[in-house]
Each structure stands twice: as structure tokens, then as C-alpha cells.
């Protein structure tokens, strides 16, 4: 069992698979990075996969791939496969801009894949396009249908922002009810990469919209995920990540982990320790020791926490298109 410096069990490791990506979203990555990781830096899926087996044989069973966008690494359904045969009731999911989905939604649920975040942050083609600066709403839908089609869980996160989108909350709520699908609202956080001008709704504001139109009662959060529930009249139930909330990081579980093999223990936590060079070796004690290292460091809560006196709180230098959000 993996436990971190503060006593959490950790048992979720999100994996990005690359930093690259085909939307330029505003609060993410607005602009192409000066230079991307080289090529050659990159872990391969057999890399990648060792330290994913120390992972799991350490108490990992819940596993996210992310990115950037992790559909436009090249045969993901291998990787996924290798996952998914070495252990078959592990927890294995992705999250995707849903754009490339289409085409591979069938090939992700045959190789083992059970659940799909999907990010949708407007229904209108031209906020959509305003926000990924690109036209992207047609082919994310129609990725939505063709992953709920074969069987794939689906859950959708938008993130809503001032005077952007903050007038579709209740559309996007209609659009996951009428699927049945959930739909979590992410607070906006603020990163140093992200669109100056950006302003996010807070959780409370959030929920305010959804009071216009409906009763709410709270749920909790579930278990150890970063999502509050509450429940509307009809029994429809919906997620909000609030990241700006006292108790958010309590229960956090998780790790990630580089598409160069550098660990992470917080979102926003600016150091990282690389576990590339014992994964090249094949040194699973080594590999081992950098993960204890990291679960000691990992903080007790993160820098957006309202509570938080650090000053600077509202500015994280590490991207989320290279932590994988
Ligand atoms: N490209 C994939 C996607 O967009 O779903 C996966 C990677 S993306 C970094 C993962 C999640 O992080 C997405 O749901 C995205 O909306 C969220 N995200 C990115 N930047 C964010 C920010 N500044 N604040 C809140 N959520 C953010
Ligand atoms: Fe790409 Fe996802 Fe970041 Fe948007 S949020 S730029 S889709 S990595």
C-alpha cells in the first residue's frame, strides 16, 4: 500500500502520455508552446507500462490516461491493452478533448478501457471554437455519441468561464441529463499559461446558475475524488471540482506521472522527481525508492486553497497540458 507523507493512501495515478495537443484552449495552452519535449525524451508505452506494473504492484488500481490530448499518441489502444491484460479489474480510464473519438472510441472499450472524461465546455460552435480556437463542437458531439454508443462510460467536464460560457451551465446540465451521462463543473484555476483576460465562476456561483432553474441538495464527495455531488429534484446527479475549497486536497489519492517519467505530487507542485533513468535500467528498486520520495513530498494541500496564506497562490508555473489536469 502507498501512503504519502500526510497518512493519504494513494492509490490513482494519472499518466499523461503527451503534452502536445490539436485544441489551443484558453485557460490551458493559448498559444503553442515555444518548443515542445523532443521526441527522443518521450517514454515509450513499453516504458511507460514498467512503471505503471511497479505502480500496480505497490497498491495502484486506478488508473487515468491524459494529456494534452492522449488520443493523438499513436495506437493508445496498445498501451491501454497492456494495462488492461496485466490487470484486468484495474479502474481505467481517459480523459479527452473527445475530437479524434470518433474514429477510435470502438478500439479504446475493446482494449480494456471503462471510463471517458470528456471535456465540453459550450454546445454553441462558435464559443466552442473561441475557447479551443479551433471549430471543434461537431466532432467532440458526435465523439460523445459514438463512445456512449459502444458502451464506454462517459462523464463530461466543463469549465465554466465569465462572460464565455457562464450562460450554457444549465444547457450543458440538460444535454448530460437528457444522456444520462454526469456532468462535473471544474472551477477555473489559475495558471501562469493560461489567457490573462480568463475569469472563473467560483463553486458558489456555479451553483447559483443551477438554482435558477433547480432544487439542489449536497451530496458529499465521493469517496476520494475531487468532486462534490449534489443531487437535483428528479434524482439527477452532478459534480463540482472545487479546488478553491478548504477541504478539497483531505483525501487526495493520486499521483501523476510525465509522458518524460517525471512524478508529480500535487497539480500544483513545481517540483518533480524523474524516473526515467531506472525505468531505462530496468531498476525496479530504484523506480520504487523515487516513488517513496514523492509520496513523502507530497503537500498536504494545494495552492489554490482559499485558506492558503502563500501569496502565490493564484500563479502555478507547470502547465496543465504537461500534467495532464
Ligand atoms: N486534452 C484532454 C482534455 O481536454 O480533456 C485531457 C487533458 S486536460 C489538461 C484535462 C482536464 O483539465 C480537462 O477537463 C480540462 O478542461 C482541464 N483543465 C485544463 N486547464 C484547466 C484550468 N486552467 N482550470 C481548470 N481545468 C482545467
Ligand atoms: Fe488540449 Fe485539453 Fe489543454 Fe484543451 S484542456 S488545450 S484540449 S490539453
Redesign the pocket.
Known amino acids: 500500500m502507498l501512503i504519502d507523507g500526510h497518512g493519504r493512501t494513494v492509490n490513482y495515478l494519472r499518466v ?1 502520455v503527451t503534452e502536445r ?1 490539436n ?1 489551443r ?1 484558453q ?2 495552452m493559448p498559444e503553442k508552446p515555444f518548443s515542445w519535449v523532443p521526441k527522443e525524451n518521450l517514454l515509450s508505452f513499453e516504458e511507460l507500462f514498467w512503471f505503471i506494473k511497479v505502480a500496480i504492484d505497490e497498491g495502484v488500481n486506478k488508473i487515468r490516461i ?5 488520443l493523438l499518441r499513436e495506437d493508445l489502444d496498445t498501451f491501454i491493452r497492456m494495462i488492461h491484460d496485466y490487470k484486468p479489474d484495474i479502474d481505467l480510464a481517459l ?4 475530437y479524434l473519438l470518433p474514429d477510435v472510441a470502438y478500439r479504446l472499450k475493446a482494449a480494456g478501457l471503462g471510463r471517458l ?3 465540453l ?1 459550450s454546445l454553441k460552435p462558435h464559443v466552442a471554437a473561441k475557447i479551443a480556437q479551433k471549430d471543434v463542437l461537431a466532432k467532440v458531439l458526435d465523439g460523445i455519441e459514438r463512445a456512449l454508443t459502444v458502451g464506454l462510460k462517459v462523464k463530461i ?3 465554466p468561464l465569465k462572460g464565455i460560457n457562464d450562460d450554457e451551465i444549465l444547457d450543458i446540465l440538460d444535454y448530460c441529463q437528457a444522456r444520462n451521462i454526469k456532468v462535473r463543473f ?6 501562469r ?2 489567457d490573462e483576460s ?1 475569469r ?1 465562476m467560483h463553486g458558489r456561483e456555479i451553483l447559483d446558475k443551477v438554482k435558477e432553474r433547480h432544487t439542489i441538495h449536497a451530496l458529499g464527495r465521493e469517496g476520494a475524488s475531487p468532486s462534490f455531488n449534489y443531487v437535483l429534484e428528479n434524482g439527477y446527479e452532478f459534480g463540482l ?1 472545487d ?1 478553491h475549497k478548504h477541504d478539497f486536497c483531505e483525501s487526495c489519492n493520486r499521483i501523476r506521472l510525465t509522458a518524460e517519467g517525471f512524478l508529480i505530487p500535487c497539480l500544483y507542485f513545481d517540483e518533480a522527481m524523474s524516473i526515467a533513468e531506472h525505468v531505462k535500467k530496468g531498476d525496479i528498486e530504484g523506480a520504487s525508492q523515487v516513488l517513496a520520495q514523492v509520496l513523502k513530498d507530497k503537500p498536504k494541500e494545494n495552492r489554490w486553497s482559499e485558506e492558503n496564506p502563500n501569496e502565490e497562490k493564484e500563479i502555478s508555473a507547470r502547465a ?2 504537461q ?3
Open positions: 499523461s495537443c485544441f484552449c485557460y490551458c491524459t494529456g494534452g490530448e492522449p480523459t479527452t478533448n473527445g472524461n470528456i471535456s465546455d467536464n466543463m469549465v471544474i472551477e477555473y484555476m489559475e495558471n499559461h493560461a480568463l472563473g471540482i479546488p496543465f497540458y500534467t495532464g489536469g
